[in-house]
């Protein structure tokens, strides 16, 4: 079992960068693979980006490929969400999400994903 804190949310300007952590608790984090969600206000909660237990693999959502960068630091017990040109319609709660798989397909439905952290909230301003 993992818990999941998140944090690094704020108010932002459209156009600044802004750089989300999730820390997580236990000894097997190295064989979660790790996610990133949003959810807006009135909308359903959706992927944004996903990485392999190992690292060695990511992916993105459209709305973010380019913008967006997922990393993780096994050491640390962390992953990170790198948000630069942020948009006003980035704006969400934001959670980190993890399922104990050492598979190499990386998934983007929130089912495929066990645990979650609490989310930290983005605003971008225009």
């Known amino acids: 079992q993992v818990q999941l804190v998140e944090s690094g949310g704020g108010l932002v300007q459209a156009g600044d960068s802004l750089r989300l952590s999730c820390a997580a608790s236990?000894?097997?984090?190295?064989?979660?693979?790790m996610g990133w969600f949003r959810q807006a206000p009135g909308k359903e909660r959706e992927f944004v980006a996903a990485?392999?237990?190992?690292?060695?693999?990511?992916y993105y959502a459209d709305s973010v490929k380019g913008r967006f960068t997922i990393s993780r630091d096994n050491a640390k017990n962390a992953v990170y969400l790198q948000m630069n040109s942020l948009k006003p319609e980035d704006t969400a709660v934001y959670y980190c999400?993890?399922?104990?798989?050492?598979?190499?397909?990386?998934?983007?439905?929130?089912?495929?994903?066990?645990?979650w952290g609490q989310g930290t909230q983005v605003t971008v301003s225009s």
């Open positions: 999400a993890a399922r104990y798989s050492r598979t190499p397909t990386l998934r983007t439905a929130v089912s495929e994903y066990d645990y």
């Open positions: 236990g000894r097997t984090f190295g064989s979660y693979r």
């Open positions: 990485i392999r237990w190992d690292g060695t693999d990511t």
